[in-house]
Every structure is written in structure tokens, then in C-alpha cells.
């Protein structure tokens, strides 16, 4: 069952807009968590990681103290919460585990523009 991302949009730069990832068909409280982009002509780079029960995070240098990660393990989701938007973060956003053992969503698109 594939991983399903929503949220995302066009946004001005300094905006927010935060991220949802259901994640159905695993037993999805047993794995770390991730959140990847990739820009059009980049290579896909891992944004935010959070720890099965959400007690530790980790973040890209790039994003830190903007983006934060959470997640629900009631609802099998997880969140990326992202503030302070810049245009270099526009890009199409996925989850995966952390490892990524799971097929990828489609993503979801993010464009910062003014």
C-alpha cells in the first residue's frame, strides 16, 4: 500500500504550510520516519527524521529551526510542519520509513514564489 502525501501548495516566501503522510499497511509505530524532497534536476535529499515514538528528531542543516517533523501513531501519520519558507525549498516532498524500505508516494508539491 503506497504512502500517501497531501498538503502542499503554493506559498509566498516567510509562509507556512504543513505537510500530512498517511502511512497504511505496516506497523508503522515500529519505524522511524522520514521526510525527503527533491528539486526539479536534483538528486531526492532527506529533510527531517523522527524516531519511532516521536521522542528524537533530526534534521538537514538547511531546514533546521524552520521545519519540524511529528507524527501520530494513532493515525498512522506523519506531519512536517514548515515555517519561514524560502524559494530554494520548493520541491516535491515524500515520506518514506527511515531507512526508505517502502514504494514511494507520489509526493506532494511545494512552491515557494512570490
Known amino acids: 500500500v503506497q504512502l500517501v502525501e497531501s498538503g502542499g501548495g503554493l506559498v509566498q516566501p516567510g509562509g507556512s504550510l504543513r505537510l500530512s503522510c498517511a502511512a497504511p499497511?505496516?506497523?508503522?509505530?515500529?519505524?522511524?520516519m522520514s521526510w525527503y524532497r527533491q528539486a526539479p534536476g536534483k538528486e531526492r535529499e532527506l529533510v527531517a527524521v523522527?524516531?519511532?515514538?516521536?521522542?528524537?528528531?533530526n534534521y538537514a542543516d538547511s531546514v533546521k529551526g524552520r521545519f519540524t517533523i511529528s507524527r501520530d501513531n494513532t493515525k498512522n501519520t506523519v506531519y512536517l510542519q514548515m515555517n519561514s519558507l524560502k524559494p530554494e525549498d520548493t520541491a516535491v516532498y515524500y515520506c518514506?520509513?527511515?531507512?526508505?524500505?517502502?514504494?514511494w508516494g507520489q509526493g506532494t508539491q511545494v512552491t515557494v514564489s512570490s
Open positions: 518514506n520509513t527511515y531507512p526508505s524500505r517502502r514504494a
Open positions: 499497511g505496516f506497523t508503522f509505530s515500529s519505524y522511524f
Open positions: 523522527i524516531g519511532s515514538a516521536g521522542g528524537s528528531t
